[in-house]
């Protein structure tokens, strides 16, 4: 038994609501930080085969692209998108996104996507 839990703790697990829940503890100023650190443990673990790409992952990278580009993505389900302005709300009031990418959840989902091309 031992044996499996050490195998269990050894694992390199990524889930989006655990980095959802990690990003809404902290203060604002950590949040991309935090997100940098996720994106480079996941590249290594990605390349050291230690996990597959799969949608919790491809959820925490599409995150930290929009934290890096600063444009909404498309096609995020409703709960992502209130964490999404939730947590750009709190970056931008103090300073560290800046305040135009809030309008972007202002605009219908069919006016992002046309301003995107």
């Known amino acids: 038994m031992k044996r499996k839990i050490a195998a269990e703790r050894g694992k390199f697990g990524h889930e989006f609501f655990v ?3 990690a990003i809404n503890d902290l203060p604002a100023s950590e949040i991309k930080q ?30 930290w692209d929009f934290l890096d580009s600063g444009i909404v993505p498309v096609g995020i389900s409703p709960v992502e998108e209130v964490f ?23 605009e219908p989902k069919s006016v992002r996507v046309f301003m995107l091309f």
């Open 19 to 21: 980095f959802k829940t």
């Open 34 to 63: 935090m997100a940098d650190d996720y994106k480079e443990r996941i590249a290594w673990a990605l390349w050291a085969r230690k996990e597959s790409l799969n949608g919790e992952i491809q959820k925490i990278l599409l995150f």
């Open 84 to 106: 999404y302005r939730r947590t750009a709300g709190r970056m931008a009031s103090e300073g560290f996104l800046p305040r135009h990418i809030m309008k972007q959840f202002k």
